[in-house]
């Protein structure tokens, strides 16, 4: 097993480092799994022997995440063998949309809007990674884009098909590292583009694409998913100017229709579209946003675009047509950006309203003073209490009243 490193100074110009003959420029937008994996293609090795052999990176890479948080011994090994500098290998991870999508992607766990990869040895349960077939046939060399590995990325920006997420022969999730497995040959550079078990030509896979009626919703889900690190995004009034409070409320509209209080909304929403909307089969109520399919995924983010395009007229309406209250949003109630947590404590809280002792007692006084007598009616139509509080307030007026002397009308 033998690899001819050209050498050359390093930036400071004072060693000598080791560079692979062939080191591919990361593509753009590109992942870093993606180009690690054309890097040891493109010099004729599969991915074990040249990591843990030729570059001497013995610490797994392949049974975990890569994408999310690599390593920092593995980042400068791959900087020391091909010239990039960390930094920009760290650009290549997920970890880039630090800020935008969230305010730090999490070291171990689901995280919001990046698609879970679930991953056992080296298998991967869950899809994880996305392609546009046409954006496969297009590139000269086949990659695969940073942005598809996230659930917000349900559509390809430039074909507008819904982003594939299996092999259509074999139905086996995307995993190019998987290439060349059990395999000692050299695998082509270009494999990126085949099913790494049957060798299906992903490029050749049926584009779907989704009939959606309403075109404002349609464009504007387009400019999100086109720009959104450039900050495109709207919320109305009081749209945030950082990303992590606007996709936070954005990705709690799509979890609340799909969620288990949402039938309604779902119901609703799809009159509306003329198609189902999120999942309503019992067994699939709880299925996280992130673990639907790239179809379903499109539908909810669509739908909640078509809310945001006229932020909060329409979230209002549905809302109180579906009977959906601040209660329903159940535990993300306590947790909403404010452009969201302001619509929905002024127009979806339905709680009663229970005055304090204070109030009670003041209320108790007016009415005293204006020769009125206290009772549980007097104080619900005054306070405009429902008939089981306006009891309670009674009751607290009587010990009150009972505890003080009261003063003849006209005292001081
Ligand atoms: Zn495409
Ligand atoms: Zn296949």
């Known amino acids: 097993m033998w690899l001819c490193f050209a050498e050359r100074s390093n930036s400071s ?41 030729l570059l001497g990176y013995k610490a797994p890479i392949w049974n975990r995440d890569t994408d999310r948080h690599p390593a920092t011994a593995l980042l400068d090994v791959l900087s020391r063998c ?41 298998t991967r349960r869950r899809a994880g990674m996305q392609f546009c077939p046409i954006c496969l046939q297009l590139d000269i060399t086949p990659y695969y884009r940073r942005h598809w590995r996230l659930a917000l990325y349900a559509m390809c920006e430039h074909h507008q098909c819904v982003m594939q997420e299996y092999c259509p022969s074999c139905n086996t999730p995307v995993a190019y590292h998987r290439h060349g497995i059990g395999r000692r040959k050299a695998i082509p550079e270009q494999a990126l583009r085949l099913c790494h078990l049957c060798g299906f030509d992903l490029r050749r896979t049926r584009p779907v694409y989704l009939d959606w009626p ?43 229709i799909n969620g288990r209080h949402g039938h309604q909304l779902r119901q609703l929403l799809g009159k509306t579209f003329g198609m189902t909307i999120g999942t309503d089969h019992p ?28 932020w909060p007229n329409r979230f209002i309406a549905l809302c109180s047509e579906a009977k959906f209250t601040r209660s329903r949003m159940a535990e993300n109630v306590h947790n909403l950006p404010f452009w969201l947590a302001n619509v929905v404590d002024e127009y979806l809280d339905c709680r009663p309203y229970i005055p304090n002792e204070h ?50 009308h006209g005292s001081i």
């Open 13 to 53: 110009g004072r060693a000598r480092v080791r560079i692979l003959p062939l080191h591919p420029q990361p593509q753009p937008d590109e992942i870093l799994s993606s180009w690690m994996v054309r890097l040891a293609f493109a010099n004729g090795f599969p991915l074990h022997t040249f990591y843990a052999n």
């Open 82 to 122: 091909t010239g990039q500098i960390p930094a920009t290998l760290q650009t290549l991870t997920l970890g880039a949309y630090d800020g935008i999508l969230f305010e730090q992607l999490p070291l171990i766990g689901n995280a919001s809007w990046v698609l879970p990869v679930g991953v056992f040895h080296r």
């Open 214 to 256: 309403d075109g404002y919703s349609w464009l504007l889900f387009g400019a999100t998913i086109s720009f959104f690190e450039q900050g495109a995004w709207d919320c109305g009034r009081l749209t945030p100017a950082c990303g992590v409070p606007f996709f936070q409320g954005f990705h709690t509209l799509v979890t609340v």
């Open 283 to 310: 067994a699939s109520r709880h299925i996280e946003f992130e673990n639907l399919n790239a179809f379903e995924r499109l539908k909810l983010l669509l739908a909640a675009t078509w809310l945001l395009d006229d």
């Open 359 to 408: 109030e009670i007692i003041a209320a108790g006084h007016y009415l005293d003073t204006h020769e009125q007598p206290v009772s549980p009616s007097a104080l619900s139509q005054l306070l405009g209490l429902s008939r089981d509080i306006a009891d309670a307030a009674w009751r607290l007026w009587q010990r009150h009243s009972c505890s003080v002397p009261k003063k003849p």
